[in-house]
């Protein structure tokens, strides 16, 4: 079998989706399955009709609707991979709906304000025109995934969405991870872009409140972003820099030493966050996870995680309160979330749905 794997990135960009790319692809290739990738940021129209003429199936991640009518125009199946949020109205605030309902809502919730200014009532038609867009390659598409639950019941469409989650590779089955293994005080680690949506501010003043109970902790902030300068002059209105630091965008390699260190990982997010890998890294290194009851972080992190609700500091720091005072529980659930990552978020069994689904769009291809 011949599959092009489609996305929009440059070579070299971090992103979601080239790493969940990376990590199928050794696994379809073990299985005899042929690959070859195309970004469609990058070369001409005639590259992608040539790659797309060579394929058997093509497995899109994003919403490219010239590169999708190219695909139809040649006759391949396309497989089309969510990564994203489909509706920018379910950014904050989700609620389950209908297609026709969510569809309404999307129109309402992109319609301007009277007092905005001319050139963003003018922006209104660009916003129908990307969600016409993405609806119309979602039509061309043969069959529908998302990386998450979440994300696949929050499309809302009348067909199926199949959930096919981003593998991440568990190396160790053991437990490998012990309190003596780690630095001391004791860490949380957040792992992001440093923007309002990610929610830094929320563990900063979590972090208040435990530092007023003269906790011994550290809190290690890890990424960059536009809000890189004002969390930091917030950590300093609030006096606790000596217990906060601000380490900068880090290399993978180095993120993930980190958070082997770390008492547990913090994603204080306050948007759907359909399915951060950070979180999976986390599990991958045995460590326990505190997360937001937003979008797909719950399902991600796994039910040995800590959970509060969004925007709650005193929840927050109620978590990482418990993990301070029983530390070897933190540990212990670490490892019962590699566990459970190696069960659901395998590169075989993402490899194993991904082909399945080929060969019921193409009956006579097998694999191994």
């Known amino acids: 079998m011949k599959l092009l794997i489609q996305h929009r990135h440059l070579q070299g960009e971090i992103a979601g989706v080239l790493t969940y790319i990376s990590a199928i692809i050794p696994e379809l290739e073990s299985r005899g399955v042929e690959i070859k990738t195309v970004s469609t940021r990058e070369g001409s129209i005639l590259d992608w009709w040539q790659l797309i003429s060579w394929a058997d199936v093509v497995h899109m991640n994003s919403n490219d ?9 040649l006759r ?3 497989i089309i991979k969510y990564h994203y949020c489909f509706y920018q109205s379910l950014h904050h605030k989700y609620e389950q709906m209908n297609f026709l309902e969510r569809l309404t809502t999307e129109i309402k919730y992109t319609l301007p304000k009277a007092n905005y200014p001319l050139k963003w009532k003018l922006y209104t038609a660009v916003k129908w025109l990307r969600l016409g867009t ?3 390659t979602a039509l061309i598409a043969n069959c529908h995934t998302a990386c998450s639950n979440f994300l696949s019941e929050s499309c809302a469409f ?4 199949a959930t096919l989650y981003n593998p991440i590779e568990i190396k160790y089955k053991k437990q490998h991870k012990h309190l003596d293994n780690l630095s001391h005080p004791y860490k949380f680690v957040f792992v992001g872009r440093l923007d309002k949506d990610k929610g830094v501010d929320i563990l900063l003043k979590a972090a208040l409140i435990l ?3 003269k906790r011994n902790f550290q809190v290690s902030i890890i990424g960059d972003g536009p809000k890189a300068g004002e969390f930091k002059q917030l950590a300093s209105d609030l006096d606790i820099l000596n217990c906060v630091s601000f380490l900068g965008k880090l290399p993978n390699q180095e993120v993930i030493v980190k958070l082997q260190d770390a008492l547990a990982l913090v994603a204080p997010s306050r948007w759907q966050d359909p399915a951060p890998y ?3 890294e986390a599990s991958s290194a045995q460590t326990c996870s505190i997360v937001s009851k937003m979008g797909g972080l719950p399902e991600v992190a796994g039910p040995h995680s800590f959970f509060f609700e969004n925007e709650n500091a005193q929840e927050l720091a109620s978590c990482m309160r418990f993990c301070l005072d029983h530390p070897d529980e933190a540990i212990n659930r670490g490892f019962l979330s590699s566990h459970y990552a190696a069960e659901n ?3 075989t069994r993402a490899a194993t749905q991904l082909l399945d689904i080929c060969t019921q769009l193409i009956p006579k291809f097998t694999y191994i």
């Open 76 to 78: 391949k199946k396309i």
């Open 278 to 280: 950070v979180v999976l």
């Open 211 to 213: 530092h007023k109970e």
């Open 134 to 136: 993405r609806l119309a």
């Open 158 to 161: 009348p067909w199926k969405v």
């Open 345 to 347: 978020f395998s590169s």
């Open 65 to 73: 609707l010239t590169f999708a009518l190219l695909c139809k125009a």
